[in-house]
Structures are given as structure tokens and as C-alpha cells.
């Protein structure tokens, strides 16, 4: 089993760069693949971003750019710095990995960008 363990949302102002931090723990592969999905008021949950132990990375278009992932393989944590955002980026953002078997989630922190 895996447990993610989110920090770092919060409420914040349009065009602020905050960071998210996500530590996991339990049983993690070298080959496990780390990221971050959101999920916004009444829509689905959507991909964000992730990135491979390696350090192979991949973003969603509408945060190519501003969003930038990133991972410490001793600490078994995975970044999401977050920069320029805007109203939209509002969500609740999950960390996940993912193993050859499954996928884990994290419980999710709050984002919520004022204007």
C-alpha cells in the first residue's frame, strides 16, 4: 500500500506562485510515476501533470507553461509549483502515483484563486 499526503493549498491571489508538496510513503518503486490531477466545482477530475523518476516530464495544455513539476526521489515527495494563476486554476488538487498495478490518490488540498 501507498500513502500521499498533500500540503500547500490554501486560498491565494491571481497571479501568485504557490507551491504544492506531496510526500508519499509505504511500498515505492523507482519506477513509479508521480503527479497531480484537479478537480474544479462541477467538472470531473482532470490531469495536470506528472513526472517519471527519472525526471521525465508531461503537463496538461492549459498549464503548460506556468505550472512546473518536480520530484525528490530520497524524500519520495513530488512539487507542483504553481505560477500566474488565475480564477480557473481553482480545484481541488490530488497527488497520485502510479504503479504498474494501480493508481493512488492523495485526499486532495484546496486551491482557490481570488481575483
Known amino acids: 500500500q501507498v500513502q500521499l499526503v498533500e500540503s500547500g493549498g490554501g486560498l ?3 497571479g501568485d506562485s504557490p507551491r504544492l508538496s506531496c510526500a508519499a510513503s509505504g511500498s515505492i518503486s523507482s519506477n513509479d ?17 506528472h513526472i517519471t523518476s527519472s525526471g521525465g516530464t508531461n503537463y496538461a495544455s492549459s498549464v503548460k507553461g506556468r505550472f512546473t513539476v518536480s520530484r525528490d526521489n530520497a524524500k519520495n515527495t513530488v512539487y507542483l509549483q ?16 502510479r504503479s504498474v498495478s494501480r493508481i493512488y490518490w492523495g485526499q486532495g488540498t484546496q486551491v482557490t484563486v481570488s481575483s
Open 33 to 49: 510515476i508521480m503527479g497531480w490531477y484537479r478537480q474544479a466545482p462541477g467538472n470531473g477530475r482532470e490531469f495536470v501533470a
Open 82 to 97: 504553481m505560477n500566474s494563476l488565475k480564477p480557473e486554476d481553482t480545484a481541488v488538487y490530488y497527488c497520485t502515483l
Open 12 to 14: 491565494v491571489q491571481a
